[in-house]
């Protein structure tokens, strides 16, 4: 019997609504409250519409995921998928490999920021203590992990509602600004950029949207984490394909909004200028809200993020184990708990070392660059199984179906996407991608041997 299914299996218990709400959480989180400067410095005040590119960029395999997510509903996500439609163990091995060093890539990034505002608010200095609130913080995200997914999921909806408190904020502090309903110190005249506002820099703006796309793509990161949790989503045929498409038209519009407006009440400059731009518009349009609240809500949308990245890393080599293509002894889950403490410590320990480095400032754009070669990979899977039907048990009836056309746009977008990446990504990403290939002949050794 199915892991999933008997009593050592995980817990039955997202309905849609708490789906769509991690789905939210886990792409509403550092991303955007950390890069509309960045975007800004690009694109100017079209920097909305860079986010809205990137959206069109993941829509097509989000559709593919929910394809395969109601054909495959188990926590190994990208690593079955790639297995079923390949017909090759090892592709499955290396692809689940990538998406796993990606999420603990992205939650020891989101450590550093952590420990950077909240550093700011306890006021303390220095390596030890940027250290020690690290490993608090990774301590404190695998204590909610592992106490349940009930308990994470409720957490997640706290962490969502706040950070998303927080983007509504801004959206009334630049409604404020526009409207003219801020004071004189307050007002647009002060903080107007003094050229064109849908211009920043000298590139042609075309470019500068484009290019910022493909940063904006980052702050949509998260939505393939949905697939992970398919073992405790209580009708996963039924809910996937509405969850996952809810989850990302929500986002974009938040996005979108946050933007035009962020950039309508402070010029494109000062956006880019700043190392907290929301913090920009709230001074502009709502200086009531204190400075550190807005902190706060900050840190929420941080560990909110790495939260989700957590369970999506613990899961994914949960369900690697469970599909032998990891050791078995991962695939265990607590008896009581039900979620699988043993790989929640294995990532919490490998996250834990990657966060102490030092040398994660290049992870954000290789993040980007390996979450966009699992898309590739992801939607080839899906492509092959509808020509060939490399895996005839895997058209049931009840799967969410979309046409041939989507899984080959997702791929050629994913690859447009790719020469855009930050400087170094391609070689940390190959460097990545070597860690896969050793780890799979390692695999083959252990079983040749072991035989």
Do not use: C
């Not at 996500?77 to 439609?85: K, P, Q, S």
């Not at 986002?251 to 956006?271: D, E, Q």
């Not at 899961?315 to 699988?340: E, F, I, K, S």
């Amino acid at each position: 019997m199915a892991a999933s299914s008997d009593q050592s299996g995980l817990k039955r218990a997202l309905g849609l609504r708490a789906l769509v709400v991690y789905g939210v959480g886990g792409m509403l989180g550092g991303g955007i409250y950390a890069l509309v400067g960045e975007v800004a410095a690009k694109a100017g005040s079209l920097a909305w519409l860079s986010f809205l590119l990137a959206m069109v960029v993941a829509t097509p395999t989000a559709f593919s995921y929910a394809a395969l997510a109601t054909r495959f509903p188990r926590s190994g996500g990208e690593a079955v998928y790639i297995r079923h439609g390949f017909g090759t163990r090892h592709g499955g091995l290396l692809v689940g490999w990538l998406v796993i060093f990606s999420g603990m890539a992205s939650m020891a990034t989101l450590a550093h920021a952590f420990a950077g505002y909240a550093a700011t608010l306890l006021d303390t200095t220095g390596t030890g203590g940027s250290r020690g609130l690290i490993l608090a913080f990774l301590l404190v995200l695998g204590a909610i992990n592992g106490w349940g997914i009930r308990f994470t999921s409720r957490a997640n909806i706290v962490a969502t509602t706040i950070e998303f408190s927080g983007l509504l904020l801004v959206i009334l502090a630049g409604i404020a600004v526009v409207g003219g309903w801020t004071d004189a110190a307050g007002s647009t005249m002060a903080h107007a950029p003094p050229s064109d506002p849908a211009r920043a820099g000298d590139s042609p703006l075309w470019l500068g949207v484009l290019l910022s796309a493909n940063l904006a793509f980052y702050a949509y990161i998260g939505f393939e984490d949905m697939v992970n949790v398919a073992e405790e989503v209580t009708e996963p045929r039924r809910v996937y394909p509405r969850a996952i498409v809810m989850a990302l038209v929500t986002v974009g519009l938040v996005y979108a909004a946050v933007t035009s407006l962020a950039t309508a009440a402070v010029s494109p400059g000062r956006l880019a200028a700043s190392g907290a731009p929301l913090q920009e518009v709230i001074a502009v349009g709502a200086a009531w809200v204190p400075s550190p609240v807005f902190t706060v809500i900050a840190l929420f949308a941080v560990g909110n993020s790495a939260l989700l990245n957590f369970v999506m890393a613990s899961r994914l080599a949960y369900g690697m184990a469970n599909d032998g293509l990891l050791p078995r002894w991962l695939g265990r889950v607590h008896p009581v708990r039900r979620t699988p403490l043993r790989a929640i410590g294995i990532i919490l320990v490998l996250t834990a070392v990657l966060g102490l480095s030092g040398t994660l400032r290049s992870l954000a754009g290789t993040t980007s660059l390996l979450i966009l070669i699992v898309f590739v990979m992801v939607n080839g899977s899906l492509l092959r199984i509808r020509l060939g039907q490399a895996e005839q048990d895997a058209e049931d009836p009840k799967a969410f179906r979309v046409p041939r056309s989507v899984p080959i746009a997702g791929m050629v977008l994913a690859v447009s996407l790719m020469p855009l990446a930050p400087d170094g990504s391609l070689r940390t990403a190959a460097l990545v991608a070597g860690a896969g290939l050793a780890l799979i002949g390692f695999r083959f050794l252990w079983q040749r041997w072991g035989d």
